[in-house]
């Protein structure tokens, strides 16, 4: 006892006692961390939706697909076997896969597709991202039924930064095309016109009670007087930014994109496709039943869209009992916002903070100063081509591009591999720093600056590098919310604004103390962000605006992140189950 008294006074020895303590602990929290294996198997099924059967692809039979659930420093090893008769890869979306880019799954970024019969292994860790992330199909538009959660919870033993929830649901918003969504694709490449308007949304996987012939499978979230539950709520829709609210309860978010973030109250939230959003909610209104309800943010004017309400019912397990047996008490509607309520999108993306000042590692000062412009554009119709293949507005072919240059993907080869193989032909690492040419991005843009230049082209950047990104929206034929995603990164969002990027005063309003850490971030419609990262990933990291649509266009980019110095700064060798060309 003597002895062990002395070991607390004396400091060296205590601080030995704590080191081989927290030694000991972390020790213990590595041999913790487990190892979870799946298996996906991507095939067609029969669906039932809006009053139709369809043959789906699906994976495991499922839609949504399978929730993964893990705790951070978990890794996963799911293995994929194609089953369907489309080429498939799959996207760990925001899982940051340090070293591990040919886990990431982007088709010919990172990987050769997995063929109809093929299969390839996914292999990686989940290391310092707590919260709720998802996976999804990044392959043509299979992501519209080939997509599920992925939930992180707080390494073994810790706890959340809130009131521990009572329940926790994950809420996943889809976007529901009532025919087959890669023949709405393939039309719209073809007639080089806008892709159709899906039919539905939905919130896990059923449109809900306001379309025709869904009532019955609407998905019921259960809540008890006086609970805080935890929603998980993801916008996993193809080509829409959705507002989300749930009547009469109030919504306090606690966390985006798998980071904490500093808690706030709103009834209303905005997802643009990609981002995920984690609130609690309390059991605090009359037991009884509410919508939780999901309809389209649509910033882009004079375009078409799906101007329709996806439901799902919020029940209290007290609920009074209907009086007539079989018929349910009718749900509360909420009030959702205007579908052009950008004032209201604004205050909402505002709102966001990280908890802690002191855990931010946001880059104070850059190596790396860029400036994309993300937009849309017009091709005139190529010579070669008939009238009924440029069925865009006027008679051409919609294009997007990011600093005038229309992404292409590689056909035979994937970017990362051309990249660690030094193979040539593939891609070049020209990719500009900021725009061609200078103009009023947001104003009255000449029409001889609707038509950009196409290619593979990455940006290099060095191991370690501290990079800002201004991107900067256009009004190139209509300006629009751009959700940007970069692979492999999480960036602090430290500013966002209308009009152009001005340096001058806008530098002003940077936050470099407490802003928020994301892995999408909408572009404010006729406006600009401002992100910074460091670049300690290697690999071939695509930027891309998030509705699928413009992907398809070409809204998109590659970085190109070298090794740095040894092992642990060095991207892992190819799996050997890489699928090939
Ligand atoms: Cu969630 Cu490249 O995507």
Sequence with gaps: MEAFHRIFTNSRCSFIFFAIFFLFASALSIANAK???????????????????????????????????????????????????????????????????????????????????????????????????????HSS????????????????????PFTKPKRETAILLGEWWDTNPIDV????????????????YTINGQPGDLYKCSSQDTVIVPIDSGETNLLRVINAALNQPLFFTVANHKLTVVGADASYTKPFTTSVLMLGPGQTTDVLINGDQPPSRYYLAARAYQSAQNAPFDNTTTTAILEYKSAPCPAKKGVQIKPVMPQLPAYNDTATVTA????????????????????????????????????????????????????????????VLPKNISILQAYQQGIPGVFTSDFPASPPVKFDYTGN????????????????????????????????????????HLHGYDFYIIAEGFGNFNPQKDTAKFNLVDPPLRNTVGVPVN????????????????????????????????????????????IEPPPVDLPLC
């Excluded at 538009?141 to 959340?160: D, F, N, Q, S």
């Excluded at 000449?446 to 991107?471: A, D, H």
């Design 35 to 137: 190892t979870h294996e799946h298996t996906f198997i991507v095939q067609a099924a029969k669906v039932k939706r809006l009053c139709k059967t369809h043959n789906t692809i699906t994976v495991n039979g499922q839609l949504p697909g399978p929730t993964l659930e893990v705790n951070n420093g978990d890794t996963l090893v799911v293995k994929v076997v194609n089953r369907g008769r489309y080429n498939v890869t799959i996207h760990w979306h925001g899982v940051r896969q340090m070293r591990t880019g040919w886990a990431d799954g982007p088709e010919f970024v990172t990987q050769c597709p997995i063929r109809p019969g093929g299969s390839y292994t996914y292999r990686f860790t989940i290391s310092g991202q707590e919260g709720t992330l998802w996976w999804h199909a």
């Design 527 to 570: 406006g600009w962000a401002v992100i910074r990262f460091v670049a300690d990933n290697p690999g071939a990291w695509l930027l891309h605006c998030h509705l699928d649509v413009h992907i398809n266009w070409g809204l998109a980019m590659v970085f190109l992140v070298d090794n740095g110095v040894g092992k642990l700064q060095t």
């Design 348 to 407: 909402f993306s505002k709102s966001f903070r990280s908890p802690n000042p002191r855990e931010v590692l946001v880059p104070k000062e850059v190596d790396e100063s860029l400036f994309f412009t993300v937009g849309l554009g017009l091709n005139n119709c190529p010579p070669n081509f008939r009238a009924r293949r440029c069925q865009g507005p006027n008679g051409t072919r919609f294009t997007a591009s990011m600093n005038n240059e229309s992404f």
């Design 141 to 160: 538009w299979l992501r519209a039924t080939v997509y599920g959660a992925l939930i992180i919870h707080p390494r073994e033993g810790a706890t959340y």
């Design 445 to 484: 843009v000449s029409r001889s600056l609707w038509q950009p230049n196409s290619g593979t082209k990455g940006y290099k950047l060095k191991y370690g590098s501290r990079v800002q990104l201004v991107l900067q929206g256009t009004s190139i034929f209509t300006a629009e919310n751009h959700p940007i």
């Design 185 to 200: 694709v393939r039309e719209a490449t073809r007639t080089g016109a806008a892709p159709n308007v899906s039919d539905a």
